[in-house]
């Protein structure tokens, strides 16, 4: 993708090269850890005419353009030594604002990842992202939301994921330093794992020394897996007055940054893509209640958009089912009873409505 085809989509908005979606400071942080590797960051720079006292104002923010580009120059002068590696050491959690205060004051680690799903948009607008539990682990899915070349894609996905491991690790105390009279918990600990759906590099061996955590390439998809013990457990600092007020930050901020780029489907849309997995999607009268309308008033407003609240949870449903039917060894029956149907026949007579295919016959397609 040349500089001047940048397509920029975040969710189901979509957004223009001009987007100030990045906190200025993180580009900053990029040109130290190029220069680290002998690369000269003014070569990032070219031609965007900003100064480092611009990029350390409170506040101040880059385009998603200038974000891709500088993405784009490095991975291409630095990517064969592990630049995605080096950024994320830089990317400590006090750097990302209110995101980096919710996180290192949620009540559990997993409370963390989950808000992390609804604001990543706010500090690495590249990507989505998800959280699928079981009873032994949860895993946070990072997926790309533009096509992208193989050297800006494996330094994005190291440097967010590697990033959000490392940030974990500083929030609960790395397994080296657990409890040595819980020894349990810190072999749970051990099996914490961040995998890629890329190649080995072959710098890989130096930086997998370097962390505390298990590093994995050839992956069916990138992703943090993290042991229940780990996503059960609450951050030093967890404090829920913080959160509380970190949590309402982050909404502000995402407000100001998303005004207009939403309408009122896409934004149920997006509280859907944020529930509870395992349990029921909430019906109709409990989402009018969270976006302080009327069931009335909600069916209008979303007819008026040409569309209803069943096909928008409809869509959800059908996105849940055809990735735990890709990425899980779960049965269709557990399938069904993770996405709180009362039983495999409702489920599979829904699933069929909803893609044409049973859900057999859609694994079946997909493996």
Same mark, same amino acid.
């Given at each position: 993708?040349?500089?001047?085809?940048?397509?920029?989509?975040?969710?189901?908005?979509?957004?223009?090269?001009?987007?100030?979606?990045?906190?200025?400071? !993180?580009?900053?942080?990029?040109? $130290?850890?190029?220069?680290?590797?002998?690369?000269? *960051?003014?070569?990032?720079?070219?031609?965007?005419?900003?100064?480092?006292? $611009?990029?350390?104002?409170?506040?101040?923010?880059?385009?998603?353009?200038?974000?891709?580009?500088?993405?784009?120059?490095?991975?291409?002068?630095?990517?064969? /030594?592990?630049?995605?590696?080096?950024?994320?050491?830089?990317?400590?959690?006090?750097?990302?604002?209110?995101?980096?205060? @919710?996180?290192?004051?949620?009540?559990?680690?997993?409370?963390?990842?989950?808000?992390?799903?609804? !604001?990543?948009?706010?500090?690495?607008?590249?990507?989505?992202?998800?959280?699928?539990?079981?009873?032994?682990?949860?895993?946070?899915?990072?997926?790309?939301?533009?096509?992208?070349?193989?050297?800006?894609?494996?330094?994005?996905?190291?440097?967010?994921?590697?990033?959000?491991?490392?940030?974990?690790?500083?929030?609960?105390?790395?397994?080296?330093?657990?409890?040595?009279?819980?020894?349990?918990?810190?072999?749970?600990?051990?099996?914490?794992?961040?995998?890629?759906?890329? *190649?080995?590099?072959?710098?890989?061996?130096?930086?997998?020394?370097?962390?505390?955590?298990?590093?994995?390439?050839?992956?069916?998809?990138?992703?943090?897996?993290?042991?229940?013990?780990?996503?059960?457990?609450?951050?030093?600092?967890?404090?829920?007055?913080?959160?509380? @007020?970190?949590? $309402?930050?982050?909404?502000?901020?995402?407000?100001?940054?998303?005004?207009?780029?939403?309408?009122?489907?896409?934004?149920?849309?997006?509280? /859907?893509?944020?529930? $509870?997995?395992?349990?029921?999607?909430?019906?109709?009268?409990?989402?009018?209640?969270?976006?302080?309308?009327? *069931?009335?008033? /909600?069916?209008?407003?979303?007819?008026?958009?040409?569309?209803?609240?069943?096909?928008?949870?409809?869509?959800?449903?059908?996105?849940?089912?055809?990735?735990?039917?890709?990425?899980?060894?779960?049965?269709?029956?557990?399938?069904?009873?993770?996405?709180?149907? *009362?039983?495999?026949?409702?489920?599979?007579?829904?699933?069929?409505?909803?893609?044409?295919?049973?859900?057999?016959? !859609?694994?079946?397609?997909?493996?």
């Amino acid at each position: 993708m040349s500089e001047g085809q940048v397509d920029m989509s975040i969710g189901q908005e979509r957004l223009t090269g001009v987007f100030q979606g990045i906190p200025a400071i !993180y580009l900053l942080l990029f040109c $130290q850890a190029v220069e680290q590797l002998g690369v000269d *960051p003014d070569l990032i720079t070219e031609g965007m005419e900003l100064s480092d006292d $611009q990029l350390l104002k409170p506040g101040a923010r880059i385009s998603m353009r200038q974000g891709y580009i500088a993405a784009q120059r490095g991975s291409a002068l630095a990517g064969s /030594l592990g630049l995605g590696m080096v950024y994320a050491k830089t990317l400590k959690p006090t750097l990302h604002g209110p995101v980096g205060l @919710l996180a290192m004051t949620s009540e559990s680690v997993g409370a963390a990842l989950h808000a992390l799903t609804r !604001y990543l948009a706010l500090r690495a607008p590249f990507f989505k992202c998800e959280v699928t539990e079981t009873e032994s682990e949860a895993r946070f899915t990072l997926e790309p939301l533009l096509s992208m070349d193989a050297p800006i894609k494996t330094f994005l996905l190291e440097s967010v994921l590697v990033a959000a491991a490392s940030m974990i690790d500083s929030l609960v105390g790395s397994a080296a330093g657990a409890d040595s009279a819980d020894e349990a918990l810190g072999a749970e600990l051990s099996k914490f794992k961040v995998c890629f759906d890329l *190649p080995k590099p072959d710098y890989f061996e130096r930086f997998a020394r370097e962390v505390s955590f298990e590093l994995e390439y050839g992956a069916p998809v990138s992703q943090l897996v993290v042991p229940r013990a780990l996503f059960e457990r609450a951050p030093r600092l967890s404090d829920p007055d913080a959160a509380k @007020l970190a949590r $309402q930050q982050c909404e502000l901020e995402y407000i100001e940054l998303f005004p207009e780029h939403e309408t009122l489907a896409d934004q149920i849309a997006r509280h /859907l893509s944020h529930c $509870q997995s395992g349990v029921a999607l909430p019906d109709l009268s409990e989402v009018a209640k969270r976006f302080h309308l009327s *069931p009335r008033t /909600l069916r209008r407003r979303l007819s008026e958009l040409d569309t209803g609240f069943s096909t928008l949870s409809d869509q959800e449903l059908l996105s849940r089912a055809q990735k735990l039917l890709r990425r899980s060894n779960l049965s269709v029956s557990e399938v069904a009873y993770e996405l709180g149907y *009362p039983n495999v026949s409702n489920f599979s007579a829904s699933f069929k409505r909803l893609s044409g295919k049973t859900p057999k016959a !859609y694994r079946d397609e997909v493996e």
